[in-house]
């Protein structure tokens, strides 16, 4: 007990010294307000908030930035070889035309010999494959192509995310006119628009859509 106790007091320390550093900072940095104006447009307040918040926001904005950029190549990447093979794919889902043409060439074959050979051509078996036969594909084709198109549609919504919430970050730290109170209340507005979108845990739902589609 004496030991957790010990450390918490010197976390505690630690702390209120930092902040000693940064009140002692700030009010070198920024004047001390007239008599009536501590709240002003113009204020100390502001502009210490200013500061602080767009520490916050440079660390914040920067790690979701990284986050999304490498989302965006590996999306785009995966998006690309999917569609290869989604491509490939659903040539199953369709007659092959090529393989009809075979059968009905082997079957004009057989004919022209049984006409050459006086036999008669009812007895040349029918080609099973024609352009008027019902074509059913494998239960296995239309899995594997339902698969192929939902994971290329999770890796497309992952990269449309990515690249909304990349404008969402610039409109969020692009520049803000006015007096240090406007700024700083336009800086809260928009960090609560923020905040209650839940932007950042959508940020870190991406790459979970984003493993979704590799499985």
């Known amino acids: 007990m004496t030991t957790e106790n010990t450390s918490q007091r010197k976390t505690n320390s630690r702390q209120n010294a930092y902040q000693q550093v940064l009140n002692d900072d700030y009010e070198h940095r920024f004047p001390e307000d007239p008599f009536l104006e501590e709240t002003g447009p113009n204020a100390r307040v502001w502009r210490t908030y200013l500061a602080e ?98 994971s290329l549609s999770f890796s497309l919504v992952v990269a449309l995310a990515s690249v909304l919430i990349k404008q969402w970050l610039h409109h969020y730290m692009s520049f803000r006119s006015g007096t240090p109170g406007e700024r ?15 932007v950042l845990t959508i940020i870190g739902l991406l790459p979970i859509i984003m493993h979704g589609s590799l499985l």
């Open 184 to 198: 700083s209340h336009i800086r809260q507005y928009r960090f609560a628009g923020f905040d209650s979108w839940q």
């Open 53 to 150: 918040s767009s520490i916050f926001d440079e660390n914040m904005i920067g790690e979701a930035r990284d986050g999304l950029d490498a989302m965006l190549v590996f999306a785009g990447l995966f998006s690309a070889v999917v569609t290869s093979f989604l491509v490939q794919a659903s040539e199953n889902l369709q007659v092959d035309f090529t393989e009809v043409s075979a059968n009905l060439l082997y079957e004009l074959i057989a004919v022209q010999r049984a006409v050459a050979n006086g036999i008669s051509t009812n007895a040349v078996p029918a080609s099973p494959l024609n352009p008027s036969t019902k074509f059913v594909p494998s239960t296995l084709d239309v899995w594997l192509n339902g698969l192929w198109a939902v």
